[in-house]
């Protein structure tokens, strides 16, 4: 009766500390390892955003950002207005 209470005992402390090192192994191991590759995945979506904002103001686009629920601004680049409206601006940044 009681060898059979000492297996059971060991057999759930085993169980036990194998749970434990899984948990560990999870934290030091997986966890950083996903956590840095959701970073990486992150920049790379900004990254290729930006560029592509960036394409089409090129292109004479305008490109609508969203920067509130309610307010947008219509991005263009500065090349691509007329040259009076690029003097004018340039003129006022002077002043």
């Not at 297996?7 to 948990?23: D, F, K, M, N, S």
């Not at 950083?32 to 394409?55: F, M, T």
């Not at 509130?68 to 219509?74: A, D, R, V």
């Not at 040259?83 to 003129?91: F, K, Y």
Request: proline share 3%.
């Amino acid at each position: 009766m009681a060898t059979d209470k000492s297996r059971v005992l060991v057999t759930v402390l085993v169980v036990v500390v194998i749970v434990l090192l899984a948990i560990i192994a999870y934290a030091l191991v997986v966890s950083p390892r996903l956590s840095g590759y959701v970073v990486n995945k992150q920049v790379e979506g900004y990254q290729i955003a930006v560029l592509d904002i960036a394409q089409a103001a090129a292109q004479c686009q305008t490109v609508p950002i969203q920067v509130s629920e309610n307010q947008t601004i219509n991005l263009l680049a500065a090349e691509c207005l007329p040259q009076e409206i690029l003097q004018q601006l340039q003129g006022n940044a002077a002043q």
